[in-house]
C-alpha cells in the first residue's frame, strides 16, 4: 500500500461563504406515498418513516456540484463540491465554510471507526483518510499495480474494512487503465480485494444493519443490486433488489442509506426513493432539482441531509439512520 502524505493548512478551515435562501422552506409534494400497505401495524411504512407535516428545507445553493455528505458527531456535516475542488463544512451557526482545498475533486465521504474522514477523490484517483492533524494520506490508489478509475462512494464495515465503489465518472476513457468498474472491500492491514467487476458504472454503497447484505448502486443500468456477505468480508449472490426508472424526471441511482429497520434510501430521478428491506417501494421524498447523495444527522440521526445538484436540503424523519463508522 502506497502511502502519501500532504498538509493541509488550517487557515483554509476558517474561509466562510455567503448562505443563499438558508432555511428557506420548501412547500410542494414532498412526499409520493405508494399504496397504503395491508397491515398497518407494520413498521416498514411510509407513515412510519415521515410525518404528512414534515417539510424540505433548503439550507445553502449556488454550489457547482455537490455531493458526498456525511455527518461529523462533533456536530457538523461535511460535503465535497466536486468541480470546485472543496469539501465544505456545515455547522451548527447554519454557515457554510471551507473544511479542505483542493480536495482531490472529492466525491463520497464517509467516517471510519475513529471518526476520520474518508473520501474517494476523482482528480487523485484515490481513497483517502484526513487525520486529525489535517494530513491526508492515501489508503488505496491501485490494484494489481494498475491505477484505480475514479473511487466514488465508500461506506464502513464494523470490523473496520472500507467497501468503496470506482466507476469511471472522473477520468476520461484514455485515462482508464483497468478496463472495469469495480467494487472493493479495502481491509484494515491495507490488502485490497476485487468484490465486484460487472456491474455497468458501480455508485453508491450501503450495508443492511446487520451487514448481511451490501448494496450497490448501478447507475446508468437504473437499479440497485444486493449481495449478500461472506463471513471472509467478500460478497456473493447478486440479485436485482429495486429498479429506480422514471423517465419523466432528472437523476439517476446515485447516493445510498439504510435506516436502522432496514430500509433503504437512494436518491433517483426526481428526489429520494425509500424502499423497505424486500425492495418495495413505500415512497418518495421530492427535491426540485437533481438529488445526488444524502446522509443521516443530528445526534439522533433523524435528519436526513440531501445534496441537490447545486443546493443542500435537509427533512426530519421518524427513524434513524445507520451510523457511518459502526
Not at 135 to 148: C, F, M, W
Not at 209 to 235: C, H, R
Not at 238 to 259: H, R
Request: charged share 25%; no cysteine; glycine share 8%.
Amino acid at each position: 500500500m502506497t502511502i502519501k502524505i500532504a498538509t493541509i493548512s488550517l487557515l483554509l478551515m476558517v474561509l466562510t461563504l455567503a448562505v443563499s435562501s438558508p432555511s428557506e422552506i420548501l412547500s410542494g409534494n414532498l412526499t409520493k406515498m405508494t399504496a397504503k400497505t395491508e397491515n398497518q401495524n407494520t413498521k416498514n411504512t411510509m407513515q412510519s418513516i415521515l410525518d404528512d407535516s414534515a417539510k424540505l428545507e433548503k439550507l445553502a445553493s449556488n454550489f457547482q456540484f455537490i455531493e458526498g455528505p456525511i455527518w461529523h458527531p462533533d456536530g457538523f456535516l461535511l460535503f465535497s463540491d466536486i468541480p470546485a475542488n472543496i469539501i465544505y463544512k456545515f455547522g451548527s451557526n447554519q454557515q457554510v465554510e471551507v473544511f479542505r482545498r483542493p480536495s482531490g475533486k472529492a466525491n463520497g465521504n464517509t467516517l471510519d471507526k475513529e471518526n476520520r474522514l474518508l473520501t474517494g477523490e476523482h482528480e487523485n484517483r484515490r481513497v483517502s483518510r484526513t487525520e486529525k492533524d489535517g494530513k491526508v494520506i492515501t489508503l488505496a490508489d491501485r490494484y494489481e499495480g494498475k491505477r484505480l478509475n475514479s473511487p466514488n462512494d465508500l461506506v464502513v464495515k464494523s470490523d473496520g474494512s472500507i467497501y468503496f465503489t470506482d466507476p469511471s465518472y472522473g477520468v476520461s476513457k484514455e485515462q482508464e487503465e483497468l478496463g472495469f468498474y469495480g467494487v472493493y472491500r479495502l481491509a484494515p492491514d491495507g490488502k485490497l480485494t476485487l468484490l465486484v467487476k460487472d456491474l455497468v458504472l458501480p455508485n453508491g454503497i450501503a450495508f443492511s444493519p446487520d451487514e448481511q447484505k451490501l448494496y450497490v448502486n448501478n447507475s446508468e443500468a437504473g437499479y440497485i443490486a444486493v449481495f449478500d456477505v461472506k463471513p471472509d468480508g467478500t460478497v456473493t449472490n447478486q440479485q436485482l433488489f429495486a429498479e429506480l426508472k422514471d423517465a419523466s424526471q432528472s437523476g439517476v441511482p446515485d447516493g445510498l442509506k439504510v435506516d436502522v429497520e432496514g430500509n433503504v434510501y437512494s436518491t433517483g430521478p426526481g428526489g429520494v426513493w425509500i424502499f423497505s428491506p424486500d425492495g418495495k417501494l413505500l415512497g418518495k421524498i421530492s427535491v426540485p432539482e437533481t438529488a445526488t447523495n444524502l446522509a443521516w444527522g443530528e445526534s439522533d440521526r433523524k435528519t436526513l441531509y440531501i445534496t441537490g445538484s447545486t443546493s443542500l436540503y435537509r427533512i426530519r424523519l421518524k427513524i434513524a439512520g445507520v451510523r457511518a463508522g459502526k
